[in-house]
Nanobody, 117 residues
Framework: QVQFVESGGGLVQPGGSLRLSCATS????????MGWYRQAPGKERELVAD?????????NYADSVKGRFTISRDNAKNTLYLQMNSLKPDDTAVYYC?????????WGQGTQVTVSS
């Protein structure tokens, strides 16, 4: 059974940092491109960043987070990460991870990130 378990969210002040983790199971993690997504209240879920399954992983970022967020993966631990720096109130959302290009995957519970003073 494919599972995604996100963690690491919380309440942080503007300008602060958080590191999200996504523990995966039920599939061969290293064979798949992976993505971090987020959904803010009243908005559609959007892709924040993704990373290929190639050695070293090739990252891509939404313009809104470029230069502030870093996606990475540890294939030995079946885990995806998102380092978020210089956080802004607009980054407030529930963050999810999932395989890219696999439309049948179910979403995990996500992890709430709230940026507020």
């Amino acid at each position: 059974q494919v599972q995604f378990v996100e963690s690491g969210g919380g309440l942080v002040q503007p300008g602060g940092s958080l590191r999200l983790s996504c523990a995966t199971s039920g599939f061969t993690f290293g064979n798949y491109d992976m993505g971090w997504y987020r959904q803010a209240p009243g908005k559609e879920r959007e892709l924040v960043a993704d990373i290929t399954n190639s050695p070293g992983g090739m990252p891509n970022y939404a313009d809104s987070v470029k230069g502030r967020f870093t996606i990475s993966r540890d294939n030995a631990k079946n885990t995806l990460y998102l380092q978020m720096n210089s956080l802004k109130p607009d980054d407030t959302a529930v963050y999810y991870c999932k395989r890219r290009w696999v439309p049948g995957d179910y979403w995990g519970q996500g992890t709430q990130v709230t940026v507020s003073s």
